[in-house]
């Protein structure tokens, strides 16, 4: 089975700082995917980034970027340059074989970026 | 047109109604997941549909009942729920079993249901 720990309950980041939001997971299937949603107060869930388990390079996706160590099964993500807009929940999930039939999604942590 | 669409995006009802939440992907994805996201609590799948079968049922009561008339539809029919059932409920599409990995689900906006 899978599973996704998001330790940081809530960071405070002062805008144009960049912040690191941190993921670590657990599966025994070789191949898998690592997904990275935000969540506004709104509700939607929106996709981020994703990385490949057998990927050679850290995924980059404009600002967002996955600092991905295999090793430490560690998935966190970077926001560079943090714009008040980044304020929401913040959740990573991983998912079986690679795919993303089924994700299975940590806690979730909470950015606040300060003017 | 947004990608998923939910309605309604809130709904109040009493514990002996029955109401349904319906899902509207226009991404010509084939598969759709009802998910529940409860306060402080990781978002939980609840049913999985890849090509409108149901391959996926993480132990749901039966007072959920999910309906995939097609591809693009899901519904979430709800009876006798309980105050507990109160949460965030978010449909999302991703193009399907065998489709590359990379390919994120997408959701909707989800609907608040609040159990009286």
């Known amino acids: 089975a899978q599973k996704i720990t998001q330790t940081q309950p809530g960071m405070f980041v002062q805008e144009k700082e960049a912040v690191t939001l941190d993921c670590t997971y657990d599966t025994s299937d070789p191949s898998y995917g690592l997904f990275w949603y935000k969540q506004p107060s709104s509700g939607e869930m929106i996709f981020l980034i994703y990385?490949?388990?057998?990927?050679?390079q850290n995924a980059t996706e404009g600002r967002y970027s996955l600092n991905f160590q295999k090793a430490r099964k560690s998935a966190n993500l970077v926001i560079s340059a943090s714009q008040l807009g980044d304020s929401a929940m913040y959740f990573c999930a991983v998912s079986a074989q690679g795919g993303s039939e089924k994700l299975v999604f940590g806690k979730g942590m909470k950015l606040t970026v300060n003017p | 047109e947004t990608g998923v669409t939910q309605t309604p995006r809130h709904l109040v009802m009493g514990m002996t109604n029955k109401k349904s939440l319906k899902c509207e992907q226009h991404l010509g994805h084939n598969a759709m997941y009802w998910y529940k996201q409860s306060a402080k609590k990781p978002l939980e799948l609840m049913f999985v549909?890849?090509?409108?079968?149901?391959?996926e049922n993480n132990s749901v009561p039966s007072r959920f009942s999910p309906e995939c008339p097609n591809s693009s539809h899901l519904f979430l029919h709800l009876h006798t729920l309980q105050p507990e059932d109160s949460a965030l409920y978010l449909c999302?599409?991703?193009?399907?079993?065998?489709?590359?990995?990379?390919?994120?689900?997408?959701f909707g906006d989800g609907t608040r249901l609040s159990i009286l």
């Open positions: 990385q490949g388990s057998y990927d050679q």
């Open positions: 549909y890849n090509f409108k079968e149901q391959t």
């Open positions: 999302a599409s991703s193009p399907g079993t065998g489709f590359d990995s990379n390919q994120p689900q997408h």
